[in-house]
């Protein structure tokens, strides 16, 4: 708890993170039990803690039709903004239709409704390791889409794997 508490901003979150800790634990000594356990337990805490910053950090993407509705003066977004914002959009869209099952599920899985990898990974029957590389495909995909340039092959197709990644650096 003391480690915990220092190194969490939201004290009120505390309970509820050690209780998932614990729990995590638990599952994890049902398949093999830690040769250092207070070791392990505050590893299981620190990435517990990590796995929640970055659903913190996750935006949602949302297909919005109509930006009318948004609490902002009419001012504050020009014709051009708001015609710019629906073509990133529709790009945006465009891309994400065009990845393959795995890439599509993957990203929207982990960045949409923000599950861990771990999760995303169990609930797609995938390996950590594919699950990473189906990411970092369908995500660099969507960035080309969106800053103008257009997705490669290989982000269309499950076929090719990390490996190919690392090969264009």
Known sequence: MR??????RNQAEIPDIRQETYARVFESAIKRLPESPKAFLF????????????????????YTQDVDP???LVDE??????????QELRRLSEAFDKLS??????VWLRRVEGL??????????????ALEGHLSRGVRA???????????SNAQSDTKGPERESERG
Do not use: M
């Not at 590893?43 to 949302?62: K, M, P, Q």
């Not at 977004?77 to 629906?86: D, F, G, Q």
């Not at 099952?101 to 993957?106: F, G, S």
């Not at 861990?116 to 390791?129: H, K, M, P, V, Y």
């Open 116 to 129: 861990s990898q771990r999760e995303a990974a169990e609930r797609l029957g995938l390996t950590e390791g």
């Open 101 to 106: 099952d795995n890439c599509r599920a993957v």
């Open 77 to 86: 977004v020009s014709p051009e903004h708001r015609l710019n914002a629906r």
């Open 43 to 62: 590893v299981t805490a620190r990435n517990l803690l990590a796995d929640r910053v970055r659903r913190e950090r996750i935006v949602s993407i949302d």
């Open 3 to 8: 480690y915990l508490v220092r190194i969490w």
């Open 142 to 152: 969507l960035a080309k889409a969106v800053f103008g340039e257009t997705p490669t």
């Open 70 to 72: 948004l609490n902002v």
